[in-house]
């Protein structure tokens, strides 16, 4: 299955509008296991929008699942960027609540 960006724009820039494509990825996800993300046309991504898109797919799945399970298309150097930034940050923020939580004493 493929998630073409351009139809929702040529610039992706709010957390709104990335939940609502994170909906339809886990959808696909869900039904075919694997999903191409291309993005043909667009011209600029924010790191709201990556977060909110892609970053917070780790709260769903595995990282081994999604980065075995997505690839990625036409995606420009900067938008690669930002996406592979945001993924970073996410998992980053995932292991340091992971040790906290470790760390709690009762």
């Known amino acids: 299955m493929t998630i073409r960006f351009k139809d929702y724009g040529t610039h992706l820039g709010t957390r709104f509008k990335g939940a609502c494509v994170r909906v ?10 694997r999903v191409e993300f291309d993005f043909a046309e667009v011209e600029a991504v924010s790191s709201s929008f990556a977060d909110e898109c892609f970053a917070k797919l780790i ?9 075995h399970g997505t690839t990625f298309k036409n995606t420009s150097p900067y938008i690669r960027t930002i996406i592979n930034n945001a993924y970073q ?7 340091h609540e992971s040790v906290n939580r470790s760390l709690l004493v009762f």
């Not at 339809?24 to 296991?33: A, L, P």
């Not at 709260?59 to 980065?67: A, G, L, S, V």
């Open 24 to 33: 339809q990825i886990i959808e696909q996800f869900n039904r075919c296991g």
């Open 59 to 67: 709260f769903t799945y595995e990282w081994d699942k999604i980065n």
């Open 89 to 95: 940050e996410r998992r980053r923020t995932r292991t």
